[in-house]
């Protein structure tokens, strides 16, 4: 016959499990389809921007053109109408009035000239702000253009789940299950405080109240992880095998299952694949030089960021080397060039997403086995003793 302890736990566990779960899960799928979007969002804002720029710097440049001709045609009118009417002997008023008028447009189509040269000057100074520069026009725009096109498509098929899942959620009647939950707590409480008043004068309240919270607080760890990786994988069958990889991935480094399936969502948003090395590469950089969560946090969202707008940059860089990460040092040791080099091609825009795999490659070799190493540690036996809880 089951005894008192055993009794209450299985009732508390099955109470919660049945009413937080489902609540849990979708919310966890929710917010995270809700994150990609607005994260493609802000992505498909800023390729519109530098799309208009282009299209408009292409515009004045036509503009600057044609009024450069125009005030070149008046020059040239004046010159002619200057030297017939130096060689008349006696000029006409006809002639005269004609002078004075072609001199004034001289003058408007002077004014005009200077006007649009000024406008085109302030537009290329806001392409080389946004990395893009006044060469190769069409090239450009064509690159963004793409760029726009499929970010767009990403955005509207992330909005379209974000819809789908929200009116899911709806209709599901989950928020009824959550309010039903919360009413219920107070009794769960109050069953718990029961319980741990029975058995604290055998293995004492602190320690079972403890031990009671980390088996309630473990149960739907695995699910609600393996809903989000449905939701971001795209399928059910790349969910379990993300899943899978993660549990295993876990086990080999000093951070917490939720800690690293963080990082791997987070890269996964940006449109890294946290799988082929990359993942790796930056848990052996952050654990090489400590911090924790915060810089593995760090660390994620600057390489993200760059991967996701196809170029390294000024901001990510510095993020990065505020982090610990020597960036210019590996960026000269995978490209070859100096920093010199490669700052100029940084404020130019063009350190792609083939340098910015490089960086991520050098980044793994430079720090490699340093998660594992930490492991060795007594934190690192605690992190995987959480996680088998």
């Known amino acids: 016959m089951p005894s008192i302890k055993e009794s209450a736990l299985r009732l508390v566990l099955k109470a919660r499990d049945t009413l937080s779960r489902p609540v849990k899960q979708s919310a966890a799928s929710l917010e995270s389809l809700r994150s990609t979007a607005k994260s493609l969002k802000s992505q498909l804002t800023e390729l519109e921007k530098q799309q208009r720029l282009l299209s408009s710097f292409q515009k004045q440049t036509s503009a600057v053109r044609e009024t450069g001709r125009a005030f070149r045609e008046a020059e040239a009118r004046v010159e002619r109408l200057a030297r017939e009417y130096q060689q008349a002997e006696k000029p006409t008023k006809t002639l005269q009035r004609r002078l004075e008028s072609a001199r004034k447009a001289v003058v408007s189509a002077n004014q005009s000239y200077h006007q649009q040269r000024q406008k085109l000057a302030e537009l290329r100074k806001s392409l080389s702000q946004m990395g893009l520069s006044n060469r190769q026009l069409a090239q450009q725009q064509e690159r963004v253009a793409q760029e726009v096109r499929e970010t767009s498509a990403a955005f509207q ?12 959620f709806r209709c599901s009647g989950l928020k009824n299950i959550s309010r039903d ?3 219920a707590s107070g009794s769960l409480g109050r069953l718990s405080r029961r319980f741990a ?10 320690t079972i109240k403890r031990g009671i919270e980390s088996i309630l607080t473990t149960g739907d760890k695995f699910e609600r992880l393996r809903v989000q990786l449905e939701a971001i994988m795209g399928s059910r069958a790349e969910g379990e095998r993300a899943l899978a990889w993660i549990k295993d991935f876990t086990r080999n480094t000093p951070f917490q299952l939720e800690e690293v399936s963080e990082a791997f969502v987070r890269l996964k948003a940006f449109g890294l694949d946290p799988m082929d090395g990359s993942m790796q ?21 600057a390489v993200g960021q760059a991967w996701a707008k196809q170029k390294l940059q000024g901001e990510e860089i510095l993020q990065l080397v505020e982090r610990g990460v020597p960036v ?16 100029k091609l940084s404020s130019a825009g063009k350190l792609g997403r083939d340098t910015i795999a490089l960086l991520i490659a050098e980044i793994g070799k430079s720090a490699e086995g340093a998660a594992a190493k930490n492991m060795s540690l007594l934190s690192g036996y605690v992190s995987n003793l959480k996680d088998s809880w």
């Not at 590469?281 to 969202?301: C, H, P």
């Not at 040092?329 to 010199?340: D, F, P, R, W």
């Open 328 to 343: 210019w040092e590996l960026l000269e040791k995978a490209t070859g060039k100096n920093v010199q080099e490669l700052q």
């Open 181 to 183: 939950a919360e009413r």
């Open 157 to 168: 098929k992330a909005n379209t789940r974000v819809k789908e899942a929200s009116k899911s």
């Open 197 to 206: 008043g029975l058995v604290a004068a055998g293995a004492g309240l602190y």
């Open 281 to 301: 590469a930056i848990v052996d950089q952050a654990s090489k030089l400590g911090g924790g969560m915060e810089r593995l946090n760090g660390i994620t969202l």
